[in-house]
């Protein structure tokens, strides 16, 4: 027998990136325009591949959750219930990415759906596979953390886009009389002095904050499988999240569809979001009462490990 719950997600780690998070949004306030023209590279090839596909990460953390809602509602009566969830869970992604890659790297759409459903699908089977030996009750621990932070923040950062109305930085570009906003402002005046560009493309107002940056940020859930499996490491799960994160947000930049402040904004969100589960569910806390049997495979609802 071997501790359960010896790994945790480190406080350290929750407090730093958020402290992190807040400082790029401080700095956007001085930073932003400078910044952007100073790392403007629409044709950036590196960039448009980040663009294509860092939004996957949030949908592999809702495929996860509907292959895990599938297994454990097979057995009950609800069964019915966990493949239609499931189902609805696994089938946003594809669809998706496949837009996606069409939009940034402009594939045929046979080659963008086949591509799509594999990224966004493999991944997230792969999740939960290693939760597998989860107990049940940590499995829905992990279900719910993973709506709330990738459901969540999508809403968040999609509702937010379309009350600020900030202009991107290529459309400031692109037509000289468009002022650059402040991020701590809404910017809906500025969209209304422009109806015509608004509808051609109301996209271009929708700078803060970054979805790429709140969705590349789900990846942080991946240090979720540690904790409730007691294999792998919440350090390295970390470290990659945060070092993909930053590639993504700065590759949102180069493109000049966000400033700092956007991309700090729209991981700050979701890392928010994650934090919050971490200290609700109490994930950051050690607890040498609870134990796990690294042998036993199948864990039952009424079965009290210890």
Known sequence: MEKYYEKRIPNGWLFSLLLLAIAGLAAGVMLDLRLASWVFDPQADWAK???AVSPVAAFWGLGAAGFMTIDVLR??????LGWLVGFVLL???????ADSLMEELHLSWIIAWIAGLLISTLPALLYAFLMRKATVEDKLKCIVILLIVCVGSMLIVQVTKRVWDRPRYILIQ???DVPFSAWYKPASSIAEQFPNLMNANSDMFRSFPSGHSQSIACLFVWALIPLFTNKGSVHLSMIIAFVLSIATMASRMVLGAHFLSDVCAGFAITYLLFAICCWAFKLTRKNPDDEYDD???DYEDDEDFE
Do not use: E, L, N, S
């Open 174 to 176: 692109q037509y000289t």
């Open 75 to 80: 057995d009950r009566k609800y069964w019915i």
């Open 49 to 51: 591949i980040f663009a």
């Open 295 to 297: 042998d036993y495979d």
């Open 91 to 97: 089938a946003v992604g594809p669809v998706y990415m």
